[in-house]
């Protein structure tokens, strides 16, 4: 085996969960032994989500090598436990503009630049560079949309082609579609499934396997219907109901057989899978000894997506923890002086995640305010972090006016300050500090008791960074600089002395938690929540 490829495509409507269903397959095969990298095809023509308003898209997912994703990525690592890097996300913007630079240096010979063959060569070409060639391994690579997009067709092409190229036993083709429910006849409707097919089957594409959405058990009469009619084996028409918890889909989906028939199409042996540790998690996940709020304040909470991987790290701190860990959405613009202590009451954490922008930072400086007076939990991530050295410079250090040269270019006294390497950038994607960088905990901290190790690393996304003229004053008033980067000249974490758990980082932490294996911070929160609802009193 050299490698071998599976598509997944969606068809009838979006947001049925292919990323779901292609990082569950991919967890499937990881745990009979197989290697997985993941992919997935954006449409859109942004060369990547750095630039979208989170609202419209979204949270931006990053990876080591700092590459700013669509947030199915996260679901990918998440499932797979691996970390992927930038040939993991492909756009049509990139694509684009891969091949107009190569047109504007003579590589097309003067030759006339067309989508077929040039942009759907330069999508085979992404699919090739997943990894190496001599890996064996599986690559998983969905679709971005639903059959019948304008902006898929070139994508879709590709795939044909490829399959073409490689031969039909190395690429197979997975189609997510949906069985729609009719209250007012009582059915199940088929007829948006065939017609998804049909679609594809236009294209030259044959779907090997449908993983069929539906709310309710799809019957043996049905399924017949669905094979009979889409020109596919009964066998592999497996549905996929909707399941309490998003960790039970893998699951759920091998009681379909999903890794087994997709072994099958891909001539490979399915042996037996180790999910031991997955169910054991998922039990966890289903068995709380405890129940704790934290709140999540910030300004896109109109779309939870935005902050997907905080929620989700937030689960993994929990069962860590054996807790269920509610989240109170706080809009950090409808934080006032007048009801904050309010609307902050009866909580057990609080977090601050990051952000950009003056609007709601207010609310964000006022939500840290109440965490450490009332000595609650709390964590802040990048922008969160620096609202909470914002709110001591103004509330400790007696700075009143102390604030971000972001929000407040004319502050006498900007505690936070524009990183040097990012004067005079004038493009705003692709331009920040991103990716992986190294960070050395000072022993004895809370940080360094929870990592367990001096030297640590984690994801960044950020253009501002603690004024370091202002490191000694803060020091001295009980902050604790708890990391910095390698050369002392970043400070990437942030405590404070007599607090039970107030704890800020520059990085993304998130972005590394696993259901399976908590981020230690995660952890740390949701289990300092505990503690806090349980000294004073509360049932948990």
């Known amino acids: 085996m050299a490698v071998k490829y599976v598509f997944v495509t969606g068809g009838v409507v979006s947001g049925l969960g292919k990323g779901i269903t292609a990082a569950s397959l991919g967890r499937l095969l990881k745990a009979r032994g197989y290697k997985v990298t993941m992919q997935k095809l954006d449409p859109y023509i942004n060369v990547d989500p ?32 691996e970390s992927l890097d930038k040939n993991s996300n492909v756009t049509t913007g990139k694509i684009y503009w891969s ?15 067309q989508v077929i063959p040039h942009i759907t060569n330069e999508i085979k070409g992404c699919f090739y560079q997943a990894k190496t060639q001599d890996e064996e391994r599986i690559a998983i690579i969905e679709v971005g949309g639903t059959v019948g997009d304008i902006e898929s067709q070139p ?14 036993e190395n690429a ?25 097919v049909k679609e594809l089957q236009g294209m030259g594409l044959q779907p090997d396997i449908l ?17 009979l009619f889409c020109n596919v084996p009964k066998s592999h028409v497996l549905q996929n109901l909707d399941v309490e918890y998003l960790y039970e889909a893998p699951l759920a989906m ?13 001539r490979l042996p399915c042996p037996e899978p180790d999910l031991e540790d997955w169910k054991r998690m998922v039990n966890d996940l289903r068995h709380p000894e405890a129940e704790v709020e934290i709140a999540v304040v910030g300004k896109y909470i109109q779309l939870h997506d935005a902050y997907l991987s905080v929620v989700e790290a937030l689960k993994h701190g929990g069962i860590a923890c054996h807790a269920s860990v509610k989240i109170r959405w706080i809009d950090s613009e409808l934080l006032t ?73 004319n502050t006498p006294h900007p505690v936070i300050d524009l990183m040097p390497e990012q004067n005079g950038v004038e493009n705003l994607g692709g331009t920040l500090r991103l990716g992986s960088y190294p960070c050395k905990l000072k022993k004895g901290t809370r940080s360094y008791e929870l990592y367990g190790t001096e030297e640590i690393s984690e994801r960044h996304r950020h253009r501002y960074e603690v004024n370091n003229n202002y ?15 390698p050369d002392d000249r970043i400070v990437e974490m942030i405590e404070i002395a007599d607090h039970p758990f107030f704890i800020g980082t520059q990085g993304h932490p998130e972005l590394k938690s696993r259901p399976n294996h908590s981020h230690p911070l995660f952890a740390g929160l949701v289990c300092a929540a505990v503690e806090y609802k349980k000294e004073r009193g509360f049932r948990l």
Request: proline letters at 3%.
């Open 50 to 81: 750095g630039t979208m308003n989170p609202i419209q898209h979204g949270e931006v997912f990053v990876t080591d090598d700092g590459t700013e994703t669509d947030l199915d990525l996260g679901h990918y690592e998440r499932f797979i436990d």
């Open 99 to 113: 091949v107009l630079h190569k047109e504007r240096r003579g590589d097309y010979g003067g030759g006339t630049v």
């Open 155 to 168: 994508f879709l092409e590709a795939i044909r082609q490829f399959q073409h190229d490689v031969g039909h």
């Open 172 to 196: 197979i083709l997975i189609h997510v579609t949906l069985i729609p429910y009719l209250k007012a006849s009582g059915e199940l409707k088929t007829k948006p499934t065939q017609a998804s």
């Open 211 to 227: 993983v069929c959405r539906s709310e309710y058990p799809i019957s043996s009469e049905i399924k017949d219907k669905i094979a």
């Open 254 to 266: 091998e009681r379909e057989n999903l890794a087994q028939v997709v072994c099958e199409c891909l």
């Open 337 to 409: 002086e007048d009801n904050y202590e309010e609307l902050l009451g009866g909580l057990s954490g609080i977090l601050v995640p990051g952000g950009f922008g003056t609007r709601g930072t207010a609310g964000k400086v006022l939500a840290v305010k109440y965490a450490r007076e009332n000595r609650i939990p709390f964590l802040g991530i990048c922008l969160g972090m620096q609202v909470a050295i914002i709110e001591f410079a103004r509330n400790v250090l007696a700075y009143h006016d102390a604030d971000s040269i972001e929000i407040n270019p």
């Open 471 to 485: 490191r000694e004053k803060l020091e001295e008033r009980g902050m604790i600089l708890a990391g910095l980067s």
